[in-house]
């Protein structure tokens, strides 16, 4: 059976192809930016939620006359990076989709899903378990007589991060999939490496979330699991692979 791959692009046609894709990904979070800004006001009810419980007036605070001004601007961008992630998902495929065999680029639809579900996956535990628990023992910790003073400014920069980096982190597998169909890891490689994968996960999961060891773990035990899973899959794509290239009888 014979199937191959585009492998005539030169260098700065995947330059082009690259700057082409990012820029109609931008197009498509710039306009859902701008309705994530017009709702903006209700999407921050639900942005306070987690830390509201923890303050003691009920809201957060700004110093600065176009802090909440800017702080709705940040939130309207991240609601716009979330709610634009199928069509950023969707370029990112289709900049990887000419490295790919004919047979395997009939998965495009699986990639997109996948990578939404994992990423809107990724959002959700962060909003409704890691910032809850982390708020929960950063709050507390120390005793109750000092009160908390937040700014607007300073949680829209962590919420946005934290969530951010959930959303991207739960794409590993999708991640590792990929790069196994363009053939650059094994699941062999994957399964030989997965103890420096885990000290490498466990760094960036100390790096990212608040200074107490449950919200890292809270983050690297699903990254652990998820890696765990895209062994598996990669394992299968490669089957797939060589079944689908063995010649016909």
């Known amino acids: 059976m014979k199937d191959t791959r585009e492998e005539n692009l030169t260098l700065v046609d995947h330059l082009t192809e690259l700057r082409d894709r990012l820029i109609k990904a931008a197009w498509a979070v710039a306009f859902t930016t701008a309705i994530c800004f017009y709702f903006s006001e209700n999407i921050f009810d639900l942005v306070r939620h987690p830390i509201q419980a ?118 590993l597998p999708l991640i590792l999939v990929a790069l196994g169909a363009l053939g650059i890891v094994s699941s062999d490689t994957l399964r030989e490496k997965r103890r420096y994968a885990i000290v490498v996960l466990a760094t960036v999961a100390a790096v990212i979330t608040p200074p107490d060891v449950l919200s890292m773990m809270m983050l690297l035990v699903p990254l652990a699991g998820l890696y765990e899973i895209s062994i598996l899959i990669v394992r299968v794509v490669e089957r797939r692979r060589k079944k689908a290239l063995q010649p016909l009888a």
């Open 54 to 171: 923890h303050l003691p007036e009920g809201g957060l605070v700004f110093t600065n006359p176009m802090d909440k001004f800017i702080a709705h601007m940040k939130l309207s961008v991240v609601a716009g990076v979330i709610l634009a992630c199928p069509a950023w998902l969707y370029h990112a495929w289709m900049f990887v989709a000419p490295g790919l065999y004919a047979h395997e680029k009939k998965y495009s639809l699986a990639f997109v899903t996948a990578g939404i579900g994992l990423f809107l996956s990724g959002v959700a535990f962060a909003y409704f378990l890691v910032l809850p628990s982390a708020f929960q023992f950063l709050f507390n910790f120390g005793g109750s007589v000092d009160k908390p003073l937040i700014t607007i400014s300073e949680y829209m920069s962590f919420f946005a991060t934290m969530i951010l980096v959930f959303g991207a982190s739960f794409e």
